[in-house]
């Protein structure tokens, strides 16, 4: 039988202790060590670790050499739990938890803290009000029975590991950093940019290019400013609605194109500059802070540092170490098949049960091999592009593949009638917000449709949870599958470093290229069977071993 204790800090560096049973209760008295790292470290059976937050301790024991091989993380649980429950957005702190078992008054969850730059642990360090040990295990053991309580316990008490799992990843991955090379970023920036200026003025390409703006309209235009620019444009008889590339790239204007190179540019100027390299990049590694579960969907993202939007041409400064590769790995097409999975539609597994092109099967299967339409088709279905064009083409996709249709419609149907929307694995899709709210929680392109509703309310969240159950229960996938890579190659000098949606990175001597290869697809493909039982349905990977990130594009 696996052990499975509880640890919690002490002031002072210590620790206390305790085994527990199946239930969660303490199966021997509390002990306390003086030092916390020792503790876990002198305990090699303890196949999982139960504590408040991973946050909390895994850096610790990170920076001393100590790795956990499971966690059981209360806090990120307490989410979960709440959210399933309907109670999505109260706090979720191991004293909020405790207080509602005992009828107190509950306290606010802590700000989170922006990650530091050049931290090693830069995951969100907060300090929350202290829980004495005995009331956090008594809410672990109250957590274990609402598991219970979930509409299918077994697949909520998957979602739970996998998401602790997944703050260890996150976690191991702060520590170890991407591969960066300041050099190349620097010779970067100054072909891009040109030379830097003093005193904060913009480097030299944009300036010549603001000012080829201001030429074009024959008067001052800040081309920085999209009010500026949308004046410029109505003066000159231009009416535009705002400056995004796809808007302009239309208009017959001499500023169109020196003004979309200047807003090209000056992302990379703002997001990625020299004062982004300064702050983030230290020793050869840039580490930002990743936040497993930061968004509605359970999407990750990163508290600092922006590493989930890195430019494809900034990408080229991400180089391996020497004599090492990096290992860089796309799930292909991975909604549709989690599509495919999730709602057993057996013709529907049966084109997504082969590695090739499932665009393609599908055009072939139900639009006469027009590969395009086909991906419209099915792209529309998920994220609810139902109208016009896409009407007709979700009717052909309905004929062909009627569960698959009908199970995100039914998705949409709940949510447009208020009740709670799960994915695969029992994640909960948070309420509708009043009209003009953003949730903080939902990322930017989540917003589109959980936001901002206002007489279209129910269509607008119908269109939200129809993406939900595919989306989510894909998180919920890349969750199993980061953990199952984690534990295949722990006897490896390969190490995880990145993570994206559907894209992994391992950093890995070359001689262990072909074999960290061979786990990914492995783990892919156990995630698909662990989270969604025996199904025809495979989740490939498109995978390439680089010296550089951008040479696997």
Request: glycine share 10%.
């Amino acid at each position: 039988m696996s052990e499975r204790w509880a640890i919690a800090p002490l002031e002072g560096g210590g620790a206390e202790v305790v085994p527990l049973g199946v239930d969660g209760r303490p199966t021997a008295p509390v002990q306390r060590e003086g030092d916390l790292v020792t503790a876990v470290r002198s305990r090699p059976a303890v196949d999982r670790w139960v504590w408040r937050a991973t946050a909390e301790l895994y850096p610790r024991l990170l920076t001393a050499g100590v790795r956990v091989e499971r966690c059981y993380d209360i806090e990120n649980a307490e989410g979960l739990l709440l959210a399933h429950e309907g109670r999505f957005g109260e706090p979720r702190s191991a004293a909020a938890a405790w207080a509602r078992l005992k009828g107190l008054q509950v306290p606010p969850d802590p700000p989170l803290r922006a990650a530091e730059p050049g931290s090693q642990s830069s995951l969100f360090e907060i300090q929350p009000k202290p829980v004495p040990f005995d009331a956090l295990l008594t809410v672990y053991a109250d957590q274990l029975q609402r598991h219970e309580k979930a509409v299918d316990p077994d697949r909520m008490r998957l979602l739970t590991a996998a998401e602790s799992a997944g703050m260890l990843v996150a976690a191991e991955m702060d520590q170890a950093g991407l591969p960066w090379s300041a050099e190349v970023h620097r010779a970067l920036l100054d072909e891009l940019l040109g030379e830097r200026y003093a005193g904060g003025v913009e480097p030299r390409r944009l300036a010549e290019l603001a000012d080829q703006v201001s030429e074009a309209f024959g008067r001052p235009v800040r081309p920085a400013l999209a009010a500026d620019v949308i004046k410029a444009f109505g003066q000159a008889g231009i009416k535009v609605r705002s400056t995004r590339r796809w808007e302009l790239a239309g208009i017959d204007h001499p500023a169109v194109a020196p003004l979309l190179e200047y807003r090209s540019l000056y992302r990379i100027y703002t997001a990625n500059g020299w004062s982004w390299l300064q702050d983030w990049v230290h020793g050869g590694r840039f580490r930002p802070g990743y936040l497993p579960g930061g968004t509605a969907t359970g999407r990750w993202v990163t508290n600092g540092g922006g590493a989930l939007q890195i430019p494809k041409v900034i990408r080229r400064a991400v180089v391996a170490d020497p004599g090492w590769r990096l290992v860089v790995a796309d799930a292909d097409q991975l909604e549709p098949r989690i599509l495919a999975a999730v709602s057993r539609d057996k013709a529907f597994m049966e084109v997504a049960g082969k590695a090739g092109d499932l665009y393609k099967a599908v055009s072939d299967k139900a639009f006469a091999g027009d590969r395009e339409t086909a991906k419209l088709a099915v792209l529309g279905a998920i994220y609810g592009q139902t109208s016009g064009d896409g009407l007709e083409n979700l009717a052909d996709l309905r004929r062909r593949f009627p569960q698959a249709v009908a199970y995100v419609d039914d998705a949409a149907r709940a949510g447009e009638e208020g009740r709670l929307v799960r994915t695969h694995l029992g994640r909960t899709c948070p309420p509708a917000v009043r009209t003009g709210e953003v949730d903080p929680s939902v990322e930017v392109e989540e917003t589109r449709y959980a936001a901002g509703y206002s007489g279209s309310d129910a269509r607008a969240r119908g269109r939200f949870t129809r993406n939900f159950v595919v989306q989510g229960s894909a998180a919920d996938w890349a969750l199993l599958m980061l953990a199952a890579l984690r534990r295949s190659i722990t006897d490896l000098q390969a190490e995880l470093v990145f993570f994206q949606h559907d894209e992994v990175i391992v950093h890995c001597p070359e001689d262990e290229a072909e074999q960290v290869s061979a786990a990914i697809r492995a783990a892919g493909e156990l995630a698909g069977r662990i989270a969604f039982g025996e199904t025809p349905t495979r989740f490939p990977f498109t995978i390439a071993v680089v010296q550089c990130y951008a040479d696997a594009k």
